[in-house]
């Protein structure tokens, strides 16, 4: 499925140029006669069209943190090579490697393409693990579909409704280089139906709270650590269910910490109400939910570990 007629790839090795020129680049670069750590996202937009995203002090997640210093560029491909450049440089991505000179043309350094994965990525589920899904069958979720190698579909929920608990989920996103904003790579993991944590191809991006790892509507990640498109990337929850009293009034709001490929993005974070799209009430218990919002995004190796009242 593509939103807004646009292509949804999701085999790399037919993606095509613009695939293998967006990503992450890392490496140190002179400047005023000093090498710093430098971090580069790459994203692709279509037609040889990128925007090239510098951070200063690295990779977000490894080194640099939201409010340090970074800079955006628009670039294109012309004659083999995608070029930028800034106030002090001049950049030239090929081969995998982000060459950067100064404005006379003398080199002060090279970034190299870094392939992150998160360090909780094939996680395997503990002793006293619920198996969600592990790629044979969708036997625990309504009118589940696997695809023909092993992934979960999205527009689905759990048979299994579920209070408190640790929850790892692994999702990819489309390659979508054409499509900009929420027509990109969109879905959302729904705890209890309830509460949704959006998936998107937000590579590059601010990090808002409709973005990848947001708590939609609601509350921005304190870092967008959202790989490139068909990597493959985790969701690891510690969620608090909220409570009822035995009227069915709420006393406690629901919380939650978020790993978003091993970086911590939200630490107890209260939640005070629903996000849109899912059931219409709170309760005690309920479903975990992935929505369809008209991409091809994929899950796998779901499980979780109820926790004690």
Do not use: I
């Given at each position: 499925m593509a939103a807004a007629g646009q292509p949804a790839l999701t085999d790399a090795n037919s993606a095509g140029p613009d695939f293998q020129t967006q990503g992450e680049y890392v490496g140190e670069i002179e400047i005023e006669g000093v090498k710093k750590k430098v971090g580069v996202q790459v994203i692709a937009l279509g037609e040889g069209k990128f925007s090239a995203v510098v951070y200063h002090g690295g990779l977000p997640g490894d080194g640099w943190k939201k409010g340090d210093p970074k800079e955006s560029f628009d670039c294109k491909t012309e004659n083999g090579a995608t070029a930028f450049m800034s106030k002090h440089h001049q950049a030239r991505i090929a081969d995998g490697k982000i060459a950067v000179n100064d404005l006379s043309g003398e080199e002060v350094g090279t970034l190299k393409k870094a392939e992150r994965q998160s360090p909780t990525l094939a996680a395997k589920p503990p002793a006293d693990a619920v198996v969600l899904f592990d790629?044979?069958?969708?036997?625990?979720?309504?009118?589940?579909?696997?695809?023909?190698?092993?992934?979960?579909?999205?527009?689905?929920?759990?048979?299994?409704?579920?209070?408190?608990?640790q929850l790892h989920v692994e999702f990819r996103t489309p390659f979508m280089p054409a499509a900009r904003g929420?027509?990109?790579?969109?879905?959302?993991?729904?705890?209890?139906?309830?509460?949704?944590?959006?998936?998107?191809?937000?590579f590059g991006l601010e990090g808002k709270n409709n973005e990848c790892g947001g708590l939609y509507s609601m509350e921005e990640p304190k870092l967008n650590?959202?790989?490139?498109?068909?990597?493959?990337?985790?969701?690891?929850?510690?969620?608090?269910?909220?409570k009822f009293d035995s009227a069915g009034k709420k006393t406690a709001n629901a919380r939650v910490t978020l790993r978003h490929n091993g970086v911590v993005i939200y630490d107890d974070l209260e939640i005070p109400r629903l996000t849109p799209g899912g059931r219409s009430n709170e309760a005690a218990t309920g479903p975990l939910?992935?929505?369809?919002?008209?991409?091809?995004?994929?899950?796998?190796n779901i499980w979780l570990v109820e926790k004690k009242p």
């Open positions: 790629g044979s069958n969708a036997d625990q979720f309504v009118h589940g579909k696997v695809t023909p190698d092993g992934l979960l579909q999205v527009g689905t929920k759990t048979k299994l409704e579920f209070g408190s608990c929420q027509g990109r790579g969109n879905s959302g993991v729904y705890l209890h139906d309830c509460y949704e944590f959006q998936v998107l191809d937000s650590m959202c790989f490139p498109p068909l990597a493959w990337q985790t969701y690891d929850f510690d969620f608090t269910a909220p939910a992935l929505q369809n919002h008209g991409n091809s995004v994929v899950y796998r």
